[in-house]
């Protein structure tokens, strides 16, 4: 059945089979395979979490972590499965969401074998102030360690070296983001996808990306 509930910053979604809707909170995405994991964007409102494996029951796990908390709506998937069942549109509609975004996750993820690790952690800021829509960040040097899947010792050295750049300020517990430009075109050197924003669940036509 549906139901609504809240979780607080720092929670994780269940790996329950059910589907998550922001209704006002941002979370962060990670796949994960075996022990490697990438960071592959940031869910809003419009978004749903848990798709993929609605349809594909082995595509990777996709952990999800609250950044900024409020309110979902959860969906049982078996409730999914009936409405589908009694509305083709409707089920059409969603198995094109759910492609369009696990296509998007997997480029993200491969194309993070592109990026050096400052790079990487230049987007992951870049797309981080996009979902939050805030230059002041309540994120951690762990953090971005555990959704970026490296050490917390190459995220500090990569933050001094965007400090160093003026592109931030990092503070205990909080990024300030100074350049925004500056940080973005550092991230896109290698950057693989187009900028180009797609229509979320509100529209069903396709996921709506970390970009505006």
């Known amino acids: 059945m549906a139901s609504r509930i809240h979780l607080s910053a720092g929670e994780r979604l269940h790996d329950d089979g059910a589907v998550y809707f922001p209704l006002d909170a ?4 990670v796949l994960s395979r075996d022990e490697a994991r990438f960071q592959i964007g940031f869910a809003r409102r419009g978004d749903a979490i848990g798709l993929p494996r609605l349809f594909v029951p082995d595509f990777p796990l996709v952990l999800a972590t609250v950044l900024r908390g409020g309110r979902f709506g959860r969906v049982n998937a078996g409730v999914l499965w ?3 069942a009694a509305e083709p549109a409707f089920r059409d509609r969603l198995s094109s969401y759910t492609m369009h975004a696990m296509g998007r996750y997997l480029s993200e993820a491969a194309g993070a074998l592109a990026l050096s690790l400052e790079q990487r ?3 992951w800021i870049t797309l981080c102030r996009r979902a939050l ?3 002041s960040l309540p994120v951690t040097h762990d953090g971005i360690a555990a959704a970026l899947g490296v050490r917390r010792s190459g995220v500090t050295v990569a933050l001094h ?14 990024i300030d983001v100074l350049d925004r430009e500056g940080l973005r075109a550092f991230s896109a050197t290698a950057a693989r996808t187009p900028g180009k924003r797609q229509t979320g669940l509100d529209g069903l036509r396709g996921p709506r990306p970390d970009r505006r």
């Open 26 to 29: 941002v979370v962060a995405l």
């Open 121 to 123: 952690v230049a987007r």
């Open 133 to 135: 829509d805030d230059d």
């Open 161 to 174: 070296v965007l400090e160093g750049n003026r592109f931030i300020r990092s503070r205990r517990g909080r």
């Open 82 to 84: 009936r409405l589908m």
